[in-house]
């Protein structure tokens, strides 16, 4: 947890005294005025709290990765079901061990969990004029009506590898299709003929074409499936739209939604995946694929409108999802962004999925109050496989920094920032550009240690000071105060080193390592 109090003068070149203001950087009132980015890092001020219990499911071979999921509550008994995607480790394809949807119940609100086996039969199913069974079966997305349960599922038939999964030819394929059973377990039965399939998907803007995770959703008067495609090697996600008036289909072709490549903003390497409805709205997560994977959004649109890419709107940029330091989330959110329902008390319950220390996939539980989605005062930020940095967007010249901090690894506090911003390539996995770690001021601050450093234009770290501190409390408070160019800084109450030391004009942040 962190909170941040700076005292600046504005941002004019000449700053009359009149000008000093104090903001406080660790009140939700102030998210705004950091960066939030699905590559540098993510200062989120959310207020999600974990259930106990976690991890619910923790792989186990062969399959090491339980890294989806959806959650379901259903309706005519309450009772919480959890449908978990099971894959291979690093999303390898085997037809002897398919990736597949197992169930979990819990008849008491979560504290207890049964394991009720596959979603989808184990016998052979062929599609409609396919060549090939059907064989990964992994995430599903269930909707209750009509004393029925209605599933949408992506599926990939037995032939089909990485190398042909965007390019499927008659022997293999891949895409949406839609199931039914007379209970939430199942088992459920596939419709013959799929909602759609990558081989008959003509690529939109001439590269989307993979049909994969997808939601069904029910409308007053139709069904809406809301769909990921992914663009292969140029690294972009998009959301598209079906419609149909039977659940089964037949179904409108995919039509673009959300996109990098729309007229208005829309981060890059964003994956989405499930969707939830509340009051008249369908929300639609969407979780960074960058090292870190620590960025997320909520996107909204009215529940009738959301087949219309104008009615979609950007709910929350970052500050959505933050990540603890235990080693069931090791890796922060990882696979996919959350799943969850609004229940009748007003809380926002959340499955979510990480990776431990092993490498091993976690599905896990929380939850926040819908009406309230940020905490009351401070923020979390996270780097789990590389650093994250974190800005703000209100600079100038410090008279006084104050920050009250429980941290894990490496972090960094940060003034006079003034070097580039961006990542280091446009894919998955994408992570910090090395030039976005020059030109700075920073006080960094490793197990009991800490350093003071300038870092110039060419990546040079010189030193200024350093040695060892008390943090019996685990929490670490600082102060840094200036008066005519000259600084003194204390930790934890304690002065620690006084001296010359610039205060700069540039940006204020932190880093994580």
């Known amino acids: 947890m962190i909170?941040?109090?700076?005292?600046?003068?504005?941002?004019?070149?000449?700053?009359?005294?009149?000008?000093?203001?104090?903001?406080?950087?660790?009140?939700?009132?102030?998210?705004?005025?950091?960066?939030?980015?699905?590559?540098?890092?993510?200062?989120?001020?959310?207020?999600?709290?974990?259930?106990?219990?976690?991890?619910?499911?923790?792989?186990?071979?062969?399959y090491d990765w339980p890294v989806n999921g959806f959650f379901f509550e259903d309706p005519?008994?309450?009772h919480w079901y959890l449908y978990v995607g099971n894959y291979l480790e690093g999303y390898r394809l085997d037809n002897e061990h398919r990736s597949i949807c197992t169930v979990f119940r819990?008849?008491?609100?979560?504290?207890?969990?049964?394991?009720?086996?596959?979603?989808?039969?184990?016998?052979?199913f062929f599609f409609e004029g396919e060549r090939s069974p059907l064989a990964s079966a992994p995430d599903v997305s269930v909707v209750y009506e009509d004393g029925l349960y209605h599933?949408?599922?992506?599926?990939?038939?037995?032939?089909?590898?990485?190398?042909?999964?965007?390019?499927?030819?008659?022997?293999?394929?891949?895409?949406?299709?839609?199931?039914?059973?007379?209970?939430?377990?199942?088992?459920?039965?596939?419709?013959?003929?799929?909602?759609?399939?990558?081989r008959d998907q003509e690529p939109l803007l001439g590269k989307y074409r993979r049909l994969y995770a997808s939601s069904l959703v029910r409308r007053a008067r139709d069904w809406l499936?809301?769909?990921?495609?992914?663009?292969?090697?140029?690294?972009?996600?998009?959301?598209?739209?079906?419609?149909?008036?039977?659940?089964?289909?037949?179904?409108?072709?995919?039509?673009l939604l959300l996109y990098p490549e729309s007229s208005g903003y829309h981060p890059p390497l964003l994956e989405f995946f499930p969707a939830f409805v509340h009051e008249g709205f369908v929300y639609?997560?969407?979780?960074?694929?960058?090292?870190?994977?620590?960025?997320?959004?909520?996107?909204?649109?009215?529940?009738?409108?959301?087949?219309?890419?104008?009615?979609?709107?950007?709910?929350?940029h970052g500050s959505v999802w933050h990540a603890l330091p235990v080693e069931n989330e090791y890796h922060g959110i990882w696979g996919q962004t959350f799943s969850g329902f609004v229940d009748a008390a007003g809380f926002l319950n959340v499955l979510f999925p990480s990776r431990d220390?092993?490498?091993?996939?976690?599905?896990?539980?929380?939850?926040?109050?819908?009406?309230r989605p940020y905490r009351e005062q401070g923020f979390v930020l996270s780097g789990h496989r590389g650093p994250s940095l974190a800005l703000t967007t209100l600079g100038g010249e410090p008279h006084a920094i104050q920050l009250s901090m429980t941290r894990h690894g490496t972090v960094g506090l940060l003034w006079d920032a003034h070097g580039p911003l961006g990542a280091d390539a446009p894919r998955a996995d994408a992570s910090l550009h090395p030039l976005a770690n020059r030109s700075r001021r920073e006080l960094r601050f490793t197990?009991?240690?800490?350093?003071?450093?300038?870092?110039?234009?060419?990546?040079?770290?010189?030193?200024?000071?350093?040695?060892?501190?008390?943090?019996?409390?685990?929490?670490?408070?600082?102060?840094?105060?200036?008066?005519?160019?000259?600084?003194?800084?204390?930790?934890?109450?304690?002065?620690?080193?006084?001296?010359?030391?610039?205060?700069?004009?540039?940006?204020?942040?932190?880093?994580?390592?």
């Open 225 to 255: 499936v809301l769909t990921l495609t992914d663009s292969g090697p140029w690294f972009g996600w998009a959301l598209v739209s079906m419609t149909s008036e039977n659940a089964e289909g037949p179904y409108t072709p995919p039509g």
């Open 447 to 513: 197990g009991n240690t800490w350093s003071l450093l300038h870092v110039d234009d060419a990546g040079v770290e010189t030193r200024a000071g350093g040695g060892e501190f008390n943090e019996d409390s685990g929490a670490t408070a600082v102060e840094i105060t200036w008066e005519e160019e000259r600084a003194t800084i204390a930790l934890n109450g304690s002065e620690v080193w006084q001296g010359p030391l610039p205060a700069g004009n540039g940006a204020f942040g932190l880093s994580v390592a």
């Open 3 to 62: 909170y941040v109090i700076l005292t600046i003068a504005s941002v004019c070149a000449q700053a009359d005294p009149a000008d000093i203001q104090t903001v406080d950087f660790a009140s939700p009132a102030s998210r705004e005025l950091w960066t939030h980015h699905p590559v540098w890092g993510d200062p989120s001020f959310d207020s999600f709290e974990r259930l106990p219990g976690n991890p619910v499911v923790r792989g186990a071979p062969p």
């Open 151 to 198: 599933m949408c599922f992506d599926w990939a038939s037995r032939d089909t590898t990485w190398e042909n999964a965007a390019n499927p030819g008659p022997e293999s394929n891949s895409g949406v299709a839609y199931a039914r059973a007379v209970k939430p377990e199942g088992p459920f039965t596939p419709y013959p003929r799929p909602i759609a399939t990558t």
């Open 106 to 124: 819990s008849t008491d609100h979560g504290a207890h969990w049964e394991l009720l086996g596959p979603v989808l039969p184990e016998a052979p």
């Open 357 to 371: 220390r092993d490498g091993k996939g976690t599905i896990n539980l929380a939850r926040r109050p819908w009406d």
């Open 284 to 316: 639609m997560p969407a979780t960074s694929v960058a090292l870190n994977r620590n960025f997320q959004c909520l996107f909204k649109a009215p529940l009738e409108e959301a087949h219309r890419p104008e009615a979609w709107r950007m709910e929350q």
């Open 76 to 78: 005519p008994t309450g």
